[in-house]
């Protein structure tokens, strides 16, 4: 079993930058892919930015290319989304998310582990 543990949300403003923090502990020679994703209040759960735990593969949702960056730390189980230039609808729980398989995917049901959230408030 994966154990996922996300940090770094709180109250920013607009224009504000952010780092988003998840580490993985327990099975982690599992995990294939790192993803994050989010979800608003009556929202459902959006993909934000993935990356392959070993080719470094990437890929982001279009609402954030150019302003999220998601990256990880292989020795420390840890992968990080940076969040630049945040707006108020970037406002959501943000949801870290572990897949065994290889493929870099938006869809969150191919998603095993998932984090607990932590919460990104942007406010205007």
């Known amino acids: 079993q994966v154990q996922l543990s996300e940090s770094g949300g709180r109250l920013v403003q607009a224009g504000d930058s952010l780092r988003l923090s998840c580490a993985a502990s327990?099975?982690?020679?599992?995990?294939?892919?790192m993803g994050w994703f989010r979800q608003a209040p009556g929202n459902e759960r959006e993909f934000v930015a993935a990356?392959?735990?070993?080719?470094?593969?990437?890929s982001y949702a279009d609402s954030v290319k150019g302003r999220f960056t998601i990256s990880r730390n292989i020795a420390k189980n840890t992968v990080y989304l940076q969040m630049n230039s945040l707006k108020p609808e970037d406002t959501a729980v943000y949801y870290c998310?572990?897949?065994?398989?290889?493929?870099?995917?938006?869809?969150?049901?191919?998603?095993?582990?998932w984090g607990q959230g932590t919460q990104v408030t942007v406010s205007s």
């Open positions: 327990g099975r982690t020679a599992s995990i294939g892919v």
């Open positions: 998310a572990g897949d065994r398989s290889s493929i870099v995917s938006p869809e969150p049901l191919r998603y095993d582990y």
């Open positions: 990356i392959n735990w070993s080719n470094f593969r990437l």
